[in-house]
């Protein structure tokens, strides 16, 4: 019988089956082009599978094989036909003196977002490419199994062995962590980078998977596992190219679902007498005295010792976390010592059929059974431990575990034996490690510390440590704020648990407030807005005298304001929590803060449409920042003051401050929200300022750039980038650069949950319709999203489209309703303070005029549109309204009707080629008569 093993320099490499068989079907038939369909036919004879299993295991070829490095080839994809192996074969017999071993290639190495994978996995090794087959032929696959059995092990290294098939697209979700099965689709929006603005963002979360491919690992799902199957299912019938690989304790029960059981670890028969090297044939076996080996037992096996190990591997039922636990005391008891105590202790604690063996013990039985072979000083440490709802750090075990007075060093040796025992998990993180304890093990230790009436002593600790260190991390603002982020982000499930925790009962009164001001800057730098708002909102309910007017309640009322405004809309309160959160920032002297909301407030008014309030903010805004020195903040407050002065109505002013601000660029790049000089990108408001100030080409070099870029990770930010860079193309006459931008805006919005931003894209596709002639149809989408953006005060895009409103109705002969439309948005805008487009509204309203036959009206509205353009600085709306006032006077039959206009046409140094500039050229070459 021939045996089926690859060599590499005389090592064994290890090869899954179906990649064997490729291979040896491949190189029987080198040098030539075997096509697809064969080699699946060959490989997974009798079964339908889909290309992508294929490409996987080819993948995994060439990764073996070390095809490409160092220039060397071996298997070749030739398009559209299949594969061919390339590189020289020799056949012979096999060498009696192997080569000596080179060293292995290189793996390459996932991303550090998912978890640790085991250096040795164990009695696995099927497992994984039948499970790699079967996710990509279903799609969604459940691993089930009972706790212990090993299933998060298994998801770990089934998301490393596929990083290369789905191109780094993995997403691995640790459910265990999570008490509220609410949280579930936030837990998954915010893994994904989706910003959560409402309860429920599973719609968002489709949105965003549709048409994308990647793979969504979700561990640990049965004590959510409601809320999973929902939002799985409708994954898996709206993202048709997503694929899901479930770990749980019992089935989603789904549409979809396909079943993987892992079943436990093979092992020896009990009674067979077999020998020491028959016994470790078995992969439980073989995981015991891995693991045994790994805690420091040197001992052999011995062909005396193989029926006592068959006797444990049989009592532990092939649960690989039972054993592990079992092996790590046999250094301490031996194998005979260990038998016996696995049916003195573990017997009284069963919890398996009625009709089963007693050997079928529950893991709880062997928990109980650990635990009682552990020191008392480890106990105390263990039980202490499990209040971590998340990976934690030695210096959180030590705040947590340590009793007051006692010295630090007893933790330190406790938690040193609970991870040598397998009872708590390590993990490399960077220089440093970080620990925690399995479900399962946490569940156990959680409730034996509330057995010992020690809970809430232990959660207030926990939640102290966790406040603390939120709080440090809030003045951490030096180094990259990226690189900065997965260690705050490690901090969520705690933060949560320990919120949740502080406002159950009485004792966690104190800690309320400080946990909730500390935790929500964390919701706000991962996006979690609707979490930020909520623990805002519930923390200032119960604040007690001693946190009023302090730092605590300014953190809470500036994230209440910030969040309203993108999570319910631009209310009365939103201002008044901003307002109020300066007022202590002010009474405090605390500079940075005031900062921070100044800009919040800036960033209100401009959605509101209070145009008067930005300039004062601003202003205010830089003297702080001058006042602090911080580099960042100085730029930021130039970007501030360049976009308030643009929206107010000073394009001269605006200019001079965001060129200042575009030189200074480097300074905002890297800032993060929780930065207090976090600013929009100069450039954006500056293309707008440089239309209206006749510098049109200058515009569009300063937005075209946007048009194929990738979107930032600050969703919000981009969406106003969209929205900005659509009116300059608007301006311009670029319709076609409109409606991309538009439908970047509508897709973005959309997949992000962004309700007011969706009504923009409304606004913006209207404007394209009635600029292509499909008036009738661009007033039915005005009608639809104005209401919507004055229902949630969303002013700064309202008053645009309401022009454009006027502009239809008036083409389709309701002149009445169009001119009604322009009075309502010029007193709305006045109301405001007046603001930039104001010329533009006063000419539309003098055009109505004109169609009306009242021209002294009309000449009165473009006067006055002439003379605010000319004080705001602002050539190109001057430009249109001399158009308007030159075909007025043409039909008045005035003398020399186009003088004026030449003359605002003469000031122009470029964009000849736009349209107003080529629609006045036009007009000034046509023959007076």
């Known amino acids: 019988m021939r045996s089926r093993l690859l060599e590499k320099d005389g090592v064994p490499v290890k090869l899954g089956s179906r990649a064997m068989d490729i291979l040896r079907l491949l190189v029987s038939r080198a040098g030539e082009v075997v096509p697809k369909n064969e080699i699946l036919s060959y490989a997974w004879s009798g079964l339908a599978v889909e290309e992508i299993s294929l490409r996987v295991h080819v993948a995994e070829l060439r990764k073996v094989l070390g095809d490409g490095r160092d220039g060397a080839r071996y298997i ?29 290639p290189e793996r390459t190495v996932p991303s550090a977002a998912l978890p640790h994978r085991l250096d040795r996995m164990i009695g696995r090794d099927d497992v994984l490419p039948e499970l790699s087959a079967r996710l990509l032929a279903d799609r969604f696959v459940t691993l089930r199994g009972p706790g212990g059995i090993g299933k998060t092990t298994v ?32 837990t998954v929006a915010a893994a994904l980078g989706l910003v959560v603005h409402h309860d429920d963002p599973s719609g968002s979360i489709v949105n965003f998977l549709r048409g994308r491919r990647l793979l969504l690992i979700l561990d640990s799902c049965e004590h959510v596992i409601d809320e999973v199957a929902r939002l799985a299912e409708n994954i898996y019938r709206e993202a048709p190219a997503i694929a899901i690989l479930a770990t749980s304790r019992e089935s989603l029960l789904v549409e979809g679902e396909q079943i993987f059981e892992l079943v436990p670890l093979p092992g020896p028969p009990q009674g067979a007498r ?24 040197r001992g052999d096996i011995t062909d005396e010792d193989a029926e006592v190990l068959a006797e444990i591997c049989g009592k532990l039922d092939g649960i690989a976390l039972a054993i592990e636990l079992a092996a790590v005391r046999v250094g301490v008891y031996g194998l005979r010592e260990m038998a016996a105590l696995l049916d003195s202790r573990l017997k009284l604690e069963w919890r ?80 440093s490690r970080r620990y925690r304890l399995l479900d399962a093990t946490r569940a156990y230790a959680m409730q034996k510390l509330a057995d010992g009436g020690d809970a809430d002593a232990i959660a207030r600790r926990h939640a102290a440590y966790i406040q603390r260190t939120l709080e440090a991390g809030m003045a951490g603002q030096g180094g990259d704020p990226a690189a900065r982020l997965p260690e705050r982000a490690s901090l969520l499930a705690d933060a949560r648990a320990a919120l949740e925790w502080s406002y159950a009962g009485e004792d966690g009164t104190t800690l309320r407030v400080p946990l909730a001001g500390s935790a929500v800057r964390l919701f706000v730098e991962l996006n979690l807005l609707n ?3 909520i623990w805002s909102g519930r923390a200032l309910a119960v604040l007690d005298d001693a946190n009023q007017g302090g730092r605590w309640e300014l953190e809470l ?27 202590i920032a002010e009474a405090l002297s605390d500079h940075a803060n005031a900062f921070r909301l100044l800009s919040r407030l800036n960033m ?27 580099t960042a903040g100085i730029a930021g407050s130039k970007a501030l003051l360049g976009a308030s002065y643009h929206l107010a109505g000073d394009q001269a002013e605006a200019q001079a401050h965001l060129d200042e601000g575009v030189r200074d660029d480097a300074a905002l790049r890297g800032t993060q929200p929780g930065h207090f000089a976090y600013a929009r990108t100069p450039q954006i408001p500056l293309a707008r300022v440089l239309w209206l100030r006749g510098l049109p080409d200058r515009a569009l070099d300063c937005v075209r750039p946007l048009v194929g870029a990738a979107a930032p990770r600050d969703v919000v930010m981009h969406c106003i980038a969209l929205c900005w860079s659509s009116s300059v193309f608007g301006w311009t006459g670029d319709w076609a650069a409109v409606e991309t931008m538009t439908g970047r805006l509508a897709t973005h919005a959309n997949v992000h949950g962004l309700a007011p931003y969706e009504a923009v894209a409304t606004g913006f596709r209207a404007q394209i319709m009635i600029a292509r002639g499909e008036v009738a149809g661009g007033i039915d989408l005005l009608r639809s999203a104005l209401p919507r953006l004055h ?37 709305r805008v006045e109301q405001g303070g007046g603001g930039f487009d104001m010329p533009e509204l006063l000419r539309r309203r003098g055009d109505i005029e004109r169609l009306t036959g009242d021209f002294d009206a009309a000449e009165s509205s473009f006067a006055s549109s002439l003379a605010l353009a000319e004080k705001q600085g602002a050539l190109s709306w001057r430009l249109r309204t001399e158009m308007s006032l030159a075909a007025l006077r043409r039909q008045r039959g005035a003398r020399n009707p186009l003088g004026d206009l030449a003359a605002t046409y003469a000031r122009f140094t470029e964009g000849f080629e736009t349209a107003d500039l080529k629609a006045a050229r036009l007009m000034l070459e046509e023959p007076c008569i």
């Not at 062995?161 to 997403?171: D, L, Q, S, Y």
């Not at 005060?793 to 109705?809: I, Q």
């Open 76 to 104: 070749t994809n030739v398009p559209s036909r299949g594969y061919c192996f390339v590189a020289p074969v020799q056949r012979g017999e096999r060498n009696a003196a192997p080569a000596p071993a080179s060293r292995a």
């Open 557 to 583: 009322q500036s994230t209440l304001g910030h969040t309203f405004m993108f999570t319910e809309r631009n209310s009365e309160q939103a201002e008044a929590a901003l307002r109020r959160g300066l007022e």
């Open 155 to 186: 998801a770990t290294a089934l998301a490393h062995e596929m990083w290369e098939a789905f191109e780094g697209n993995i997403h691995f979700l640790e459910f265990g962590p999570l008490k509220d099965a609410a949280l579930v689709a936030s």
């Open 531 to 533: 979490e930020a708002r």
């Open 274 to 297: 077999l020998s020491a090297d028959e016994v470790l044939d078995y992969p439980a076996a073989r995981l015991f005295v891995d693991r045994a080996a790994a805690a420091g037992h």
């Open 791 to 827: 229902a949630d005060r969303y002013e700064l895009y309202a008053s645009a489209f309401a022009a454009d409103l006027s502009l239809g109705l008036t083409a389709l002969g309701r002149v009445t309703e169009g001119l009604d439309v322009l009075h309502e948005t010029i007193a």
């Open 352 to 431: 398996g059929r009625r009709t089963a063996p007693p050997r079928q013990q529950t893991l709880g039985a062997t928990l109980d059974w650990s635990f009682g072979l552990i020191g008392e000083s480890e106990r105390t440490v263990f039980q202490r431990l499990a209040v971590f709802a998340g990976p934690f750090t030695l210096k959180g075990a030590i705040a947590v575990a340590t009793d007051d007075g006692a010295p630090a060093d007893r933790v330190v040796d406790a938690l040193e034996q609970l991870v040598a025992k397998s009872l708590v998990s390590a993990q490399p993180d960077g220089a």
């Open 604 to 630: 209100f008014y401009r959605r509101t449409g209070d145009y008067r309030h930005l300039v004062p903010t601003a202003l205010q805004a830089e003297r702080i920042a001058r006042q602090i020195g911080d």
